[in-house]
């Protein structure tokens, strides 16, 4: 079946070293945490009930009680895109859409942005965001077509099986000024250095990766992109990172 990100190390293909005490394990500054009989099975958590059995499960707000954080955390992160990079009437992809706040503040920056559309596993979110006018369509990362100044992942890329694919697959799919997007939890961050092993961001039935900086900066690399910025939201605060890349 080749390299599943969680079960081997998207770097090197190995299944990481044990960490004492727990079920993770480490390679190439990547924390892997398989726990899954199949692909198939992870995937499905998504597609069917993560939003309402998962989440109640782990004692989250339902997403209909986050709704203005979400559109918070979407304005904060347009305006930090627009900063970096002040396009008009560029053409924008978000993948893993979820309830749509990314997306609706990207609607209300109309002077950026001509044209916006998700893409989302779940159809529960995608029922959600079309009755708000938004343009989501049910799928993944594969069903990305035609070519975007802007894609985007905000905490996707650590549930994805196949990030290899992923990366050659997305980089087919930006125009030739193109930047690829990627926000997701941040290992061997400072926040995570003092939590250790209690970091919030380790959730082994959802994050199957979390990747150091240098790791990603790494695979980045190996795949054909040159990094153009990085930043962490808030200062940190949130034990995230944000890689900024293009195709070369």
């Known amino acids: 079946m080749g390299i599943i990100a969680g079960k081997n190390c998207p770097l090197c293909g190995s299944t990481g070293t044990p960490i004492a005490g727990s079920r993770l394990r480490l390679c190439c500054g990547i924390l892997l945490s398989w726990e899954w009989d199949s692909e198939e099975a992870y995937h499905n958590q998504y597609v069917t009930n993560y ?15 986050c709704l203005d954080m979400h559109y918070e955390a979407g304005k904060s992160r347009i305006s930090t895109i627009f900063n970096l990079f002040p396009y008009d009437h560029g053409t924008l992809c978000d993948i893993g859409t979820g309830s ?5 503040a990207v609607e209300d920056s109309l002077d ?43 905490d996707v890329f650590e ?17 030739a000024r193109g930047r690829l997007i990627i ?11 003092e939590a250790g092993l209690n970091w919030k961001h380790i959730r082994p039935k959802q994050h199957l990766t979390l990747y150091s900086r240098r790791a990603f900066d790494t695979l980045l690399e190996r795949h ?23 195709s070369l």
């Open 159 to 175: 549930h994805l099986t196949r990030p290899a694919e992923v990366l050659a697959y997305l980089k087919k799919c930006l125009t």
């Open 183 to 193: 926000e997701m939890p941040e290992w061997d961050s400072p926040m995570q250095r």
């Open 112 to 154: 950026h942005i001509l044209y916006a559309v998700g893409i989302e596993p779940n159809q529960e979110m995608v029922d959600w965001c079309e009755s708000r006018g938004l343009e989501v369509s049910v799928g993944g990362w594969q069903h990305v077509s035609g070519c975007y100044d802007f894609i985007t992942l905000f």
């Open 100 to 104: 749509g706040g990314f997306l609706e």
């Open 51 to 65: 939003h309402t059995e998962i989440q109640k499960q782990e004692g989250q707000k339902p997403f209909t009680e």
């Open 224 to 246: 054909g992109f040159e990094l153009v910025a990085f930043y962490r939201p808030l200062n940190g605060a949130l034990g995230k990172a944000t890689w900024v890349a293009r």
